[in-house]
C-alpha cells in the first residue's frame, strides 16, 4: 500500500526565498505540496530545482493570488 502525505504552505509571495523554499521541498519526504501565494520567481526556480522529485507541476504565480500543486505522482 502506498501512503501518500501532503503539505500545504503560504509561501509568504515575495518574502520568502526561493532557494530555502526548493531545499525545504526536496528535504521533507511529502508525495504532494500544495503552495499560496506563489511569486513568479519562486515558481521559475521551483519549475527547474525540483523537477525531479516532483515531476508534475501546475504553478501558477500571480502575487498574493498565486496558487501551485507539485506532486511526485500523477
Known amino acids: 500500500m502506498t501512503t501518500l502525505t501532503f503539505l500545504t504552505l503560504n509561501t509568504g509571495n515575495e518574502f520568502t526565498q526561493p532557494t530555502a523554499l526548493s531545499a525545504l521541498l526536496t528535504d521533507v519526504d511529502v508525495s504532494v505540496a500544495a503552495l499560496q501565494e506563489l511569486h513568479a520567481d519562486t515558481a521559475g526556480l521551483l519549475r527547474q ?24 505522482f500523477p
Do not use: N, T, W
Open 49 to 72: 530545482e525540483v523537477q525531479d522529485q516532483f515531476p508534475h507541476q501546475i504553478l501558477s504565480p500571480a502575487y498574493i493570488h498565486g496558487k501551485g500543486l507539485i506532486s511526485r
